[in-house]
Nanobody, 126 residues
Framework: QVQLVESGGGLVQAGGSLRLSCAAS????????MGWFRQAPGKEREFVAA????????NYADSVKGRFAISRDNAMNTVLLQMNNLKPEDTAVYYC???????????????????WGQGTQVTVSS
């Protein structure tokens, strides 16, 4: 079965950086688009970034454009999220996700994703 395992979260001061990783198994990773979402306490899950199956297309939420970068390493079955210039409002649990169907675009809506990791906590102090 498909498994996604996130890592790399932690506590960082505002202006700092973190790099999140999501290791995927149970699928032919190179055929699937991947997404990152986040959920803060008391808020709905929101889109952060996505990358197409080919890696040729990326998509970002307006709130993270210019600060976050998504990439993929097909040899390692891993999708990365480099987060720079972090702000307190970036504090949330971050999840990676993959759709059931292969060869998808860098979609930004959570309903288009079928498998989710357990999440990794990111806390940004002011």
């Amino acid at each position: 079965q498909v498994q996604l395992v996130e890592s790399g979260g932690g506590l960082v001061q505002a202006g700092g950086s973190l790099r999140l990783s999501c290791a995927a198994s149970g699928l032919t990773f190179s055929r699937y688009s991947m997404g990152w979402f986040r959920q803060a306490p008391g808020k709905e899950r929101e889109f952060v970034a996505a990358i197409s199956w080919s890696g040729g297309s990326t998509n970002y939420a307006d709130s993270v454009k210019g600060r976050f970068a998504i990439s993929r390493d097909n040899a390692m079955n891993t999708v990365l999220l480099q987060m720079n210039n972090l702000k307190p409002e970036d504090t949330a649990v971050y999840y990676c996700a993959v759709p059931r169907r292969p060869y998808g675009a860098a979609n930004g809506h959570y309903s288009l994703y079928d498998y989710w990791g357990q999440g990794t906590q990111v806390t940004v102090s002011s």
